[in-house]
């Protein structure tokens, strides 16, 4: 079964940061544009950043200048590093693999006030 794990979630007090990460077990991400949703409960699941093959990052507007996409094709990983964290932050957060259609389970981030 093809699986995103990812990893990095946690609690972070607000003004903090935390690194999530995303490693697909089973296949090669290279090539693929890949993105980071989260979700919090009684609402939809919102997209925070997607980056190309070719490293070209966006961002919503809500995460732009606190949040950094970036990924590492020879380690086989895509990152979101976040800074600045709000308590509004919190979340689960997902990675998603936009050209397989897979979504990794989920990892929880609590930003504390």
């Known amino acids: 079964q093809v699986q995103l794990v990812e990893s990095g979630g946690g609690v972070a007090q607000a003004g903090g940061s935390l690194k999530l990460s995303c490693t697909p077990s089973?296949?090669?991400?290279?090539?693929?544009?890949m993105e980071w949703y989260r979700q919090t409960s009684g609402k939809q699941r919102e997209i925070v950043a997607e980056?190309?093959?070719?490293?070209?990052?966006t961002y919503t507007d809500s995460v732009q200048g606190r949040f950094t996409i970036s990924r590492d094709n020879d380690k086989n990983v895509v990152y979101l590093q976040m800074n600045m964290l709000k308590p509004d932050d919190t979340a689960v957060y997902y990675c998603?693999?936009?050209?397989?259609?897979?979504w990794g389970q989920g990892t929880q981030v609590t930003v504390s006030s």
């Open positions: 089973r296949y090669n991400l290279k090539n693929n544009r």
């Open positions: 980056i190309t093959f070719d490293h070209k990052a």
């Open positions: 998603h693999d936009r050209t397989y259609g897979y």
